[in-house]
C-alpha cells in the first residue's frame, strides 16, 4: 500500500531580494523592505513529502536515516547559516522563497533515489510557505 | 464536496523489529528503533473525512459520530499502549509510523457512515508525519 511521508527540517539563511534586471525604483517598489542591500534573515521549515509501497519487510516508505542523510548533505550543509545571494544557484535568480523551493525540489528530484519525491514546502515565516511538485 | 478534520492524540511504544532479518541487519536498519524494550511517542492523529454538505444540518459529518468512532476503534486500543504486544495488526507488522497510518484507516473506514475517508494522517513527532489515503 502506498503512503506518503513528511519529514519536516529547519535552516536559518539571509537573503536580499533585488533583481539587476529591474530599475532601483523598480526594485524597491516590487520587494519593499526585502531589497535591503544589507540583506535580512529567516527561520526556513522545509517539508519533504517523498511516497511509495509501503515495504512489507520494514514497514518503511524509505529509510528516514537515507533520506535525514541526503538532506542534511545535500541542502542543510550548503543553505544554513549561509547568504543566499552569494551561492551559485542564486547567481542570475532572485533568492525568493518561490525559487529556494524549487531549487530544492530539483537538489531532491535529481539526487534522491530510494523514494519518489511528492513535494517540497518551504515555510519562510510562520505566515507564509510555498509548495513545488514539480509542475 | 467539504473536507473535514478532526484531531487527537495518544501515546504508545513500539520497537522495529523483522524476525526474518538477523540481529546485525535489525540493529543496521532499524537503529535506536530496535530496542527490544521498546520506546515511545506522543502521536497527534488528524482524521479527514469528505463529503456533500447536508441541507438540513449542515454537516459533513455528525463530529459526535465521528468522536465515537475514533475512541472506540483507535484510540481506546491504541493510547498507552505497547504497539508491538498488544494490538493485533503489530503481532506481525512492524509499527512503523506508515504501517501505523494505515491499520488506522483499516479500522476507521468501514466504520464511519456517510462520511468517507479521505486522510489518515499520523504525526509520529512534530517533524514526521505520514498521510494515507487508502491508495492500494
Redesign the interface.
Known sequence: ?????????MFSASHRLHSDEMSDAENTATYGKCNNPYGHGHNYALEV?VSGP?D??????C???ELDEFVQRKILERFDHENLNMLTEFAQAVPTTENLCTTIYDILQRGFQPAHLDKVRLEETMMNSFEYAGD | MVYLTRKAEFSASHY?H?P??TAEENQR???KCNNPNGHGHNYTLEVTVKGNVDPRSGFVVDLKQLKEVLNREVLDALDHRFLNKEVPEFFT???????L??AIWQRLAPKLQKAQLHRVRVYET????????G??
Open positions: 500500500m502506498k503512503a506518503h511521508l513528511t519529514r519536516r527540517y513529502t509501503v512489507e519487510r520494514t514497514g518503511m516508505v529509510n528516514l536515516v | 522495529y523483522n526474518e532479518f536498519l532499524f537503529g507488522r512492524i509499527p512503523t509510523t506508515e504501517n497510518a494505515i512534530p517533524d514526521l508525519f505520514v498521510d494515507f489515503y491508495e492500494a
